[in-house]
């Protein structure tokens, strides 16, 4: 490449550098930044939806997967965050100044532990901090999404809302044949029959099948108990409508699943008449602080919506997860 390539090339890196930098002033001088920098004392932003001199109702969003990811960027700082949403409900658990919680659940569920572990902090919530929770479902509120939503005093569903898929599901591929056909040999070395179990280089033992059914059966039974617990509803009944199907939110009322129909606001309404709490003022906890929030945003505006994706891909592959169990509905 000669000296006027190499010109042209260098003088095209700082027209773009030149052109990001000022699209990213740009965005930061259009922004309250004094507002985007200030770091109260509680943790997560308040968000007043209501007015009100009375109770206090806190809404805390429950949006997307239920999974505890292991890598994280500014590119998916506004996504699900598990640890950030387990101290969400802590926090307002503990909040004196809150009387009643609502959780807005849209969820296609997620792993079991981190269900379990919001299952957990709810009846926390109830037991320990003596504060109702309402859940509003949305668009989807699925296996654990219901799960989460089981130990709820009242569970509100709007009448399209897809809830249910109540059971446990694992999964892996098979690249047995595609390996032969490429050629493809796979060495393993194991200290153990079963220290590959499920792997995809080959088809699965009965043996092997009959061990991972068990651990199933044993979560699935523990799903059933907490619907059990939650409902006040009887194990064959459970098991009867927990065959893994999605419900709608008038079959899941028709059920039994859901105590009501309605939307968000419905719900709010529903806890001020149940609990006298007329005036109440009602309250969103949003995760994280506004400064997140923003450069995340300014961050993605900088790249196309194909970049974007590659790298959504690759932290995925950058995640080491084996197969696992899960409490998901999968389309």
């Known amino acids: 490449m000669n000296k006027t390539r190499w010109f042209a090339l260098g003088i095209a890196v700082i ?51 239920i999974q505890d990811t292991s890598t994280s960027s500014v590119l998916n700082s506004g996504g699900y965050n598990h640890d950030r949403f ?7 658990g503990e909040d004196r100044s809150v009387s009643g919680v609502i959780l807005r659940v849209n969820t296609p569920g997620g792993g079991v532990v981190e269900s379990d572990e919001i299952h957990d902090k709810i009846v926390e919530i109830r ?4 504060k109702p929770v309402y859940v509003s479902m949305g668009n989807t509120a699925a296996s654990g999404g219901y799960y989460v939503s089981a130990p709820a005093d009242k569970i509100i569903a709007h009448p399209a809302t897809l809830t249910g898929s109540i059971g446990v599901i694992m999964q892996s591929y098979n690249f047995t044949e595609l390996a032969d056909q490429l050629g493809i040999d796979m060495n393993t070395i194991k200290s153990g029959e079963f220290k590959d179990i499920m792997s995809p280089t080959r088809e699965m033992t009965d043996e092997e099948r009959d061990i991972l059914q ?17 409902r006040d509803m009887s194990e064959s009944k459970v098991r009867d409508l927990g065959d893994g199907r999605v419900y709608t939110g008038q079959q899941a009322a028709d ?48 790249f196309s919506n194909e970049d974007q994706s590659l790298m959504a891909i690759q932290e995925l592959l950058q995640q080491t997860d084996g197969p696992r169990a899960m409490y998901l509905y999968s389309k």
């Open 127 to 130: 037991e320990e901090h003596n």
């Open 255 to 302: 059920n039994g699943l859901v105590d009501g129909l309605g939307n968000l606001e419905d719900t709010i309404a529903m806890m001020k008449e149940d609990y006298e709490w007329a005036n109440a003022q009602v309250v969103e906890y949003q995760g994280g602080y506004a400064w997140e929030t923003f450069l995340g945003g300014q961050v993605k505006s900088l």
């Open 86 to 92: 387990l101290k969400k409900l802590e926090y307002v």
């Open 214 to 230: 068990t651990m199933i059966d044993d979560m699935y039974a523990d799903f059933v108990q907490v619907i059990m617990d939650g």
């Open 15 to 65: 027209l773009l550098v030149a052109s990001i930098g000022i699209r990213f002033m740009s965005s930061l001088f259009s922004t309250d930044v004094e507002a985007l920098f200030d770091t109260p004392n509680q943790p997560f932003q308040e968000k007043v939806v209501e007015e009100g001199t009375g109770k206090k109702i806190a809404v805390v969003e429950l949006d997307g997967v």
